[in-house]
C-alpha cells in the first residue's frame, strides 16, 4: 500500500515506521467508532489504495519537472541470448512517459533485480555499453528499444541467457537521481 519495507539495498525504516502506524491508525479508527464500523474501514482501505497513485499523477502533470515528471508503467522487458562464451546479444524495451510540458533530458542506468540468487548479473549488464541518453518530448509517450552486443570477458558471475520483466532502472539527470 505504498510503504516500501525493503529494496536492493536493505530494509527501509521510515517504510516500516509508515506501515506501523497506518496499522495502529486503523485499530484506534475501529476503537473510536460506534457506529458504521465496518463500512468505514472498508472506504478507508480503498481510498487509501487509490490515493497515493492519483496524487502522484496529479503531481506529475502539475508540479513535476525534469525526472520526476517520468512516469513508468513497469510493463519492461529484457532479453538475452548467447552468441558465443564471452559475447552476448542484449534487447530491452520499456515505455516511458513525460508527463510534464518541457523536453527532459536524461541518463538510463539499469538496476539488477534484487532477487537474483548468488547476485548474478543481468538487466545491469545493459550498462556495459556506455550510458544511454534520451529525450522525451513534452507530454508524450516515448518507447525506448535498446539491442547491444555485450562484450562480458571481464564480468564474473552473470547470465548466459534469459529474459527478465518489470525491470527496474535508474533515471540520472546530473546530480539528482530517480529509481523507477
Do not use: W
Amino acid at each position: 500500500m505504498s510503504f516500501p519495507i525493503s529494496n536492493q539495498d536493505g530494509y527501509i525504516f521510515l517504510g516500516i515506521i509508515g506501515s506501523v502506524l497506518f496499522i495502529i491508525a486503523m485499530i484506534l479508527l475501529v476503537i473510536g467508532m460506534k457506529k458504521y464500523q465496518f463500512r468505514t474501514i472498508i472506504v478507508v482501505v480503498i481510498v487509501y489504495g487509490l490515493l497515493p497513485n492519483l496524487l502522484i499523477m496529479i503531481y506529475q502533470e502539475t508540479l513535476a519537472s525534469g525526472i520526476a515528471a517520468i512516469s513508468y508503467d513497469g510493463n519492461g522487458k529484457c532479453k538475452f541470448e548467447s552468441v558465443n562464451k564471452d559475447l552476448l546479444n542484449g534487447e530491452c524495451n520499456l515505455v516511458l512517459h513525460n508527463r510534464s510540458n518541457k523536453a527532459v533530458s536524461f541518463e538510463l542506468e539499469f538496476i539488477d533485480s534484487f532477487f537474483m540468487e548468488d547476485e548474478v548479473r543481468m538487466e545491469s549488464l545493459m550498462n556495459l555499453a556506455g550510458p544511454k541518453s534520451i529525450t522525451i518530448e513534452a507530454n508524450r509517450k516515448k518507447s525506448i528499444h535498446l539491442k547491444e552486443l555485450l562484450e562480458l570477458s571481464d564480468v564474473p558471475k552473470h547470465i548466459e541467457e534469459g529474459t527478465s520483466e518489470n525491470i527496474h532502472f535508474k533515471l540520472i539527470d546530473g546530480e539528482t537521481t530517480r529509481t523507477l
